[in-house]
């Protein structure tokens, strides 16, 4: 029997120069756990640059949730995104009221010691973060190594290589382990950290490219977030040219989890460069979108 209780609402700030991967895995499956995700802006604007240049579009400026009590806030990392959320004001507030209140807040990456520790939130707890930042973090909290630490309402996490743990266990934290189970199995997440990857060449292929090699990503409405967007982050940590392009009649396309993306162009602009490789983020909606849309000149 379905349940009448309303969905846990959760708030994910986002601000120029967040780590995408954090924002949108995070999001993405709260989203599935049937939380009400807001994802606010902290600039001045609704659309933020991630860092790597992901376009993110928001829901509502963080003004707009100044007064919304919300079940959890989970900060995401990435530099300058951590000081640019450490800078909010309102933000700051939201988050003190919600540690004073006794309720969830998280945060992953650089921000655990940038903006939560800052704010003074993580005294005598135990918390992690991304490692550069460890010894800032040991000023204001207990520093610990954990892939993901929850000490009482606190989560704290890592990174992006982290941030599906991190978002399944704000899932135990609200909805409990039955439901993070349920959300984590259909993730395909490996069981065992220690487990070695195996990869099987079936086909073997000789690639080559150049030292910047340049990547088409196409995205439509209905696109899985998660996938889009971590092909787009790491390729463009290793140095690769992307070029994320919308098969949709405009550059803004909404997602399977309803998280906003901005393309770099339309898809007809794209046809007219040549690539090294094309990679498909799909679903089963977006899919179908992506298979019609293809006529490149290859």
Not at 199 to 217: G, Q, R
Request: charged letters at 20%.
């Amino acid at each position: 029997m379905a349940s009448d209780s309303p969905a846990k609402k959760v708030l994910v700030p986002i601000a120029n120069g967040t780590e995408a991967i954090e924002a949108v895995i995070t999001v993405d499956v709260l989203r599935r756990a049937g939380a009400d995700v807001t994802v606010a802006s902290v600039e001045k604007q609704l659309r933020v640059d991630g860092y790597h240049g992901v376009k993110i579009v928001a829901d509502a400026l963080i003004s707009d949730c100044s007064q919304t009590v919300f079940d959890l806030i989970a900060l995401p990392g990435g530099i300058p995104g951590a000081a640019n959320l450490k800078n909010s004001e309102v933000l700051e507030s939201l988050v003190k009221k919600q540690a004073a209140d006794g309720k969830l807040y998280a945060a992953i990456c650089a921000s655990p010691a940038v903006a939560l520790a800052s704010w003074g939130v993580l005294k005598g707890l135990k918390a992690t973060g991304y490692p550069p930042f460890m010894e800032q973090l040991a000023s204001g909290a207990i520093a610990v190594e954990s892939r993901v630490q929850v000490d009482g309402k606190v989560v704290t996490s890592r990174g992006p290589g982290t941030t599906m743990e991190f978002a399944v266990a704000l899932v135990e934290q609200l909805y409990g382990k039955e439901k993070a189970d349920e959300v984590s199995g259909p993730l395909v997440m490996r069981s065992n950290h220690g487990d070695e990857y195996v990869i099987t060449e079936l086909n073997s292929v000789e690639w080559t490219a150049s030292d910047s090699p340049k990547i088409l990503v196409p995205i439509a409405n209905g696109t899985e977030e998660m996938e889009a967007i971590i092909i787009i982050d790491i390729l463009r940590w290793a140095k690769a040219d992307v070029v994320v392009a919308s098969v949709e009649d405009k550059l803004e396309i909404i997602a399977s989890r309803k998280v906003k993306l901005e393309a770099d162009m339309s898809l007809d602009e794209a046809t007219k460069l040549s690539y090294d490789l094309i990679v498909l983020p799909v679903s089963w909606v977006s899919s179908f979108l992506l298979f019609n849309s293809f006529s490149l000149p290859y």
